[in-house]
């Protein structure tokens, strides 16, 4: 079953603490809301199952439509509705990143950066020394749990967020805790420099191809798992706010970046809500650029909004995001 208690935590950083590289080490977040209230976040900086390092992406200038979604909600802990309508993160099908740009890192090493502890220290010591700075951290709630003093920074009672992390395409082990749009991560946003910074952190063990409800892998059965960002044809542009009166001929390009042809029969292109429109049949050539005419039913809101490719099984080829900023011209294309 998914998460029990998903949603975001928006306070201040106040303190840190590494634990080291033994046993399940997470790198600890002290911090507190506007009311006072205190919260610890705890980061896995360390699988439990081989490969043990985590994968990382960190967006130094995070641009995406999520930011324009979280505007409006209050300091401390705000509960997620499940679903695609909201700030949840999908790191699968909300487009926040290319996951074939993520790397792995260890834990905790001795020396300056070059352990996963030192990149978010690096991060979020800013945070702390901004006392603009808020963090907006995505996971799971635990507490508050009356007359228990924090394990960590010790304030009472115990309170906070945990599960910082993809929550999908789990290996068997712990597949209880899949689930769509309940991704966990870390965003810090910076207002004197209109500035965000995104945090993402995945398992090696799991999987980047999630049943669109289970969040289950659709690759566990014969074990295969192809590295994201390496399938040939993708999304390149789009006309998002094309000129006169709705409804727009809003259109998707796609290009074949692959040396062979490749046949896009029963292909699909759809955005955040599920709506698909299908891609023109019959074989792209190699190098060979293609627009994708949506039509009814499949429109881009020019608020921002994801873009998404699939392929006859219904498996995600490639995704973009776009803002609402990149819609602002009217008849421009988005170039991604």
């Given at each position: 079953?998914?998460l029990?208690s998903?949603?975001v935590?928006?306070?201040r950083?106040v303190?840190?603490r590494?634990?080291?590289?033994?046993d399940t080490?997470?790198?600890?977040?002290h911090?507190?809301d506007?009311?006072g209230?205190?919260?610890?976040?705890?980061?896995?900086?360390?699988?439990?199952?081989?490969?043990?390092?985590l994968l990382?992406?960190?967006?130094?200038?995070?641009?995406?439509?999520?930011?324009d979604?979280?505007a409006g909600?209050?300091?401390?802990?705000?509960?997620?509705?499940?679903g695609s309508?909201?700030?949840n993160?999908?790191?699968?099908?909300?487009?926040l990143?290319?996951?074939?740009?993520?790397?792995k890192?260890?834990?905790?090493?001795?020396?300056p950066?070059?352990?996963?502890?030192d990149?978010?220290?690096?991060?979020?010591?800013?945070?702390?020394?901004?006392?603009?700075?808020?963090?907006?951290?995505?996971?799971e709630?635990?507490?508050?749990?009356?007359?228990?003093?924090?394990?960590?920074?010790g304030?009472q009672?115990?309170?906070g967020v945990h599960?910082?992390?993809m929550?999908?395409?789990n290996?068997r082990?712990?597949?209880?805790?899949?689930?769509v749009w309940?991704?966990g991560g870390?965003l810090l946003h910076?207002?004197?420099?209109e500035?965000?910074?995104?945090?993402?952190?995945a398992?090696?063990s799991q999987?980047?191809?999630?049943?669109?409800?289970?969040g289950?892998?659709?690759?566990?059965?014969?074990?295969t798992?192809?590295?994201?960002?390496?399938?040939?044809?993708?999304?390149?542009?789009a006309?998002?706010?094309?000129?006169g009166?709705a409804?727009?001929?809003e259109?998707?390009?796609l290009?074949?970046?692959?040396?062979?042809?490749?046949d896009?029969?029963?292909?699909?292109v759809?955005?955040?809500?599920?709506k698909?429109?299908?891609?023109?049949?019959g074989?792209?050539?190699?190098?060979?650029?293609?627009?994708?005419?949506?039509?009814e039913?499949?429109?881009l809101?020019?608020?921002?909004?994801?873009i998404?490719?699939?392929?006859?099984?219904g498996l995600k080829?490639?995704?973009v995001s776009?803002?609402?900023?990149?819609?602002?011209?009217?008849?421009?294309s988005?170039?991604?």
């Amino acid at each position: 079953m998914p998460l029990k208690s998903y949603g975001v935590l928006i306070a201040r950083a106040v303190d840190t603490r590494r634990e080291g590289a033994t046993d399940t080490p997470h790198y600890q977040i002290h911090l507190t809301d506007d009311q006072g209230t205190n919260y610890r976040a705890a980061v896995n900086v360390l699988s439990q199952q081989q490969p043990s390092e985590l994968l990382y992406f960190v967006a130094d200038d995070f641009r995406h439509p999520v930011t324009d979604r979280l505007a409006g909600l209050p300091g401390g802990w705000n509960v997620l509705p499940s679903g695609s309508g909201g700030a949840n993160l999908d790191f699968v099908r909300g487009n926040l990143f290319d996951p074939a740009a993520m790397r792995k890192l260890p834990p905790d090493l001795s020396g300056p950066d070059n352990d996963l502890a030192d990149l978010l220290d690096h991060y979020v010591r800013r945070a702390v020394d901004d006392p603009e700075a808020r963090l907006y951290v995505f996971g799971e709630r635990w507490g508050p749990e009356n007359g228990v003093r924090d394990k960590v920074f010790g304030f009472q009672p115990g309170n906070g967020v945990h599960d910082v992390h993809m929550n999908q395409g789990n290996s068997r082990r712990f597949r209880g805790d899949d689930g769509v749009w309940q991704d966990g991560g870390i965003l810090l946003h910076f207002p004197a420099q209109e500035r965000w910074v995104g945090i993402f952190l995945a398992f090696q063990s799991q999987s980047w191809h999630t049943d669109d409800i289970t969040g289950h892998a659709l690759d566990a059965v014969d074990g295969t798992r192809p590295e994201p960002g390496t399938l040939p044809v993708r999304v390149v542009a789009a006309l998002v706010n094309p000129r006169g009166p709705a409804p727009e001929a809003e259109t998707v390009t796609l290009i074949n970046a692959s040396p062979e042809a490749v046949d896009l029969t029963g292909w699909t292109v759809g955005g955040r809500q599920g709506k698909r429109a299908p891609v023109p049949t019959g074989p792209l050539a190699a190098g060979a650029c293609l627009l994708v005419p949506l039509g009814e039913g499949a429109e881009l809101g020019n608020k921002g909004g994801e873009i998404n490719l699939f392929d006859p099984k219904g498996l995600k080829v490639h995704g973009v995001s776009y803002t609402a900023q990149q819609t602002g011209r009217e008849g421009w294309s988005v170039v991604f």
